[in-house]
């Protein structure tokens, strides 16, 4: 069964190619990418994240950790800027001043995940969604985080959730959307799920079902074949799609749907 908002992009192909053609030649002009997270036993979603911002060819980077980080970061990531940490080793209440200060200066945000599991953390989270009207790409436990704002995340523009199966479950039932998700769903029945749901909010969704990388906004769908879940959960895919939507501010679809399949 086909559908006229359904494309299907090959792993080896964007079906994009101007998006990939309009990456910027000069740093100058490529943007400029803040990135938050990580906690005291963890920051290697963070430091992923680094690295593959800066080989797209993001013209800036800067990362906010919590200051309990300052001695394990190591010097390739040079541009770091330090937030008070809670007992738990996460970013605590008193963070938010640095958060918004980091979203006035970039372009783009990037919650990039290992944030911990503290309620405070999750508190100045969810303030960093209400102040900051940017673009912003949430993933992995950045989105567990702020589980209890779920229908200010929805209802934000300029917003790119990169979801696991089980966190898109999550997100339909904390806001009573009528469709249940279920594992065992058609890949047909999931891409009719998200095109109504981006049609009904501005959202746009990234989500893993059947061997599929599926990308949905504002009702269009791109499916790509995907074997490779790690590059998910690591961050890679969120990290790219960042980087790739910076340049293509006002076609989050087209940019997450290229990056994905960039080679660099």
């Given at each position: 069964m086909?559908?006229d908002?359904?494309?299907?992009?090959?792993p080896?192909?964007?079906?994009?190619?101007?998006?990939?053609?309009?990456?910027?030649?000069?740093?100058?002009?490529?943007?400029?990418?803040?990135?938050?997270?990580?906690?005291?036993?963890g920051?290697?979603?963070v430091?992923?994240?680094?690295?593959?911002?800066i080989?797209?060819?993001?013209g800036?980077?800067?990362?906010?950790?919590?200051?309990a980080?300052?001695?394990?970061?190591?010097?390739?990531?040079?541009?770091?800027?330090?937030?008070p940490?809670?007992?738990?080793?996460?970013?605590?209440?008193?963070?938010?001043?640095?958060?918004?200060?980091?979203g006035a200066?970039?372009?783009?945000?990037?919650?990039?995940?290992?944030?911990?599991?503290?309620s405070?953390?999750?508190?100045?989270?969810e303030?960093?969604?209400?102040?900051?009207?940017?673009?912003?790409?949430?993933?992995?436990?950045?989105?567990?985080?702020?589980?209890?704002?779920?229908?200010?995340?929805?209802?934000?523009?300029?917003?790119?959730?990169?979801a696991?199966?089980?966190?898109?479950?999550?997100?339909?039932?904390?806001?009573?959307?009528?469709?249940?998700?279920?594992?065992?769903?058609?890949?047909?029945?999931l891409?009719?799920?998200?095109?109504?749901?981006?049609i009904?909010?501005?959202?746009?969704?990234a989500?893993?079902?059947?061997?599929y990388?599926?990308?949905?906004?504002?009702?269009q769908?791109v499916?790509?074949?995907?074997?490779?879940?790690?590059?998910?959960?690591?961050?890679?895919?969120?990290?790219?799609?960042?980087?790739?939507?910076?340049?293509?501010?006002?076609?989050p679809?087209?940019?997450?749907?290229?990056?994905?399949?960039?080679k660099?």
């Open positions: 086909d559908f908002y359904w494309k299907k992009q090959s080896d192909t964007p079906i994009f190619p101007d998006v990939e053609w309009s990456k910027p030649e000069t740093k100058t002009h490529s943007g400029k990418l803040g990135i938050i997270g990580g906690n005291k036993l920051f290697a979603g430091a992923e994240a680094y690295s593959i911002a080989k797209s060819g993001v800036q980077v800067r990362v906010l950790l919590p200051d980080l300052k001695k394990a970061i190591p010097k390739t990531i040079s541009d770091t800027v330090y937030a940490t809670n007992p738990s080793g996460s970013l605590s209440k008193d963070a938010i001043a640095e958060m918004v200060a980091l200066w970039a372009d783009e945000v990037l919650l990039i995940g290992d944030a911990g599991r503290s405070e953390t999750a508190i100045v989270y303030q960093f969604l209400q102040s900051y009207s940017g673009k912003l790409v949430v993933t992995r436990d950045a989105i567990d985080l702020v589980k209890n704002n779920t229908q200010a995340l929805i209802e934000r523009p300029n917003t790119l959730l990169i696991s199966f089980a966190q898109l479950q999550k997100i339909f039932q904390a806001v009573y959307y009528p469709k249940v998700l279920t594992f065992s769903m058609q890949l047909t029945q891409i009719e799920a998200v095109h109504k749901f981006t009904t909010y501005p959202v746009s969704i989500v893993l079902h059947k061997d990388l599926i990308i949905a906004h504002d009702g769908v499916s790509t074949e995907w074997g490779n879940p790690m590059a998910i959960w690591r961050g890679d895919v969120a990290s790219k799609a960042a980087a790739y939507w910076l340049w293509n501010p006002t076609k679809l087209e940019a997450a749907a290229t990056a994905i399949v960039a660099f």
